[in-house]
């Protein structure tokens, strides 16, 4: 079936049919605490007061200090409706020092007044994402480098092959520079 492009073409419309199945079914699920999935932002925003007494567990950008309020973006979608804002959360029991603006992750009980009680909490500093977004930039140069240096696409079979011999895009560019000179 999948040494012909019709079979492989039909192969990857079935995969990509299963993965947006899984994709609207794995979207619809709720949160389930027995597994380890408690209840976020969205479904504090959407029903705040059935998640009283509850565990949860939210990440924002800290908004105040004194007390500890964090800023809990959400976007849900409810009776046809998409509904996205920022959720303003006071946070008691923070056993860490925070600075405004830096990430804040909590578990805890979720309490009236949309207050959480934090049982643990870990802070992201800002500087954090930045490097995380430049490894991710570099990562991402080096692996398309080493893609169109070391491999090829066949036109006839649709699909990559290695080179036979990996292109030198520095040692051409080098040679070329050389003949220049001369």
């Not at 565990?55 to 973006?73: D, N």
């Amino acid at each position: 079936m999948l040494h012909s492009r019709v079979g492989r073409v039909a192969a990857v419309c079935g995969l990509l049919a299963i993965l947006f199945a899984l994709m609207i079914g794995f979207g619809m699920a709720t949160p389930a605490p027995e597994l380890g999935d408690y209840p976020d932002g969205n479904a504090l925003a959407q029903h705040p007061d059935s998640h009283v007494g509850e565990a949860v567990q939210v990440t924002g950008s800290v908004i105040g200090t004194e007390p500890v309020e964090i800023a809990v973006e959400y976007e849900y979608t409810a009776s046809g409706e998409y509904h996205s804002g920022t959720l303003t959360v006071t946070v008691r029991n923070v056993d860490i020092a925070v600075d405004e603006g830096e990430s804040l992750q909590v578990y805890g009980t979720f309490g009236p007044d949309r207050t959480i009680t934090a049982e643990n909490s870990v802070r992201v500093p800002a500087v954090n994402y930045m490097a995380m977004y430049i490894v991710s930039a570099l990562a991402g140069l080096w692996t398309l480098w080493r893609l169109v240096c070391e491999w090829r696409l066949n036109w006839q079979t649709g699909g990559l092959c290695r080179r036979e011999e990996p292109l030198r895009p520095i040692q051409a560019l080098h040679k070329r520079v050389q003949e220049v000179r001369a």
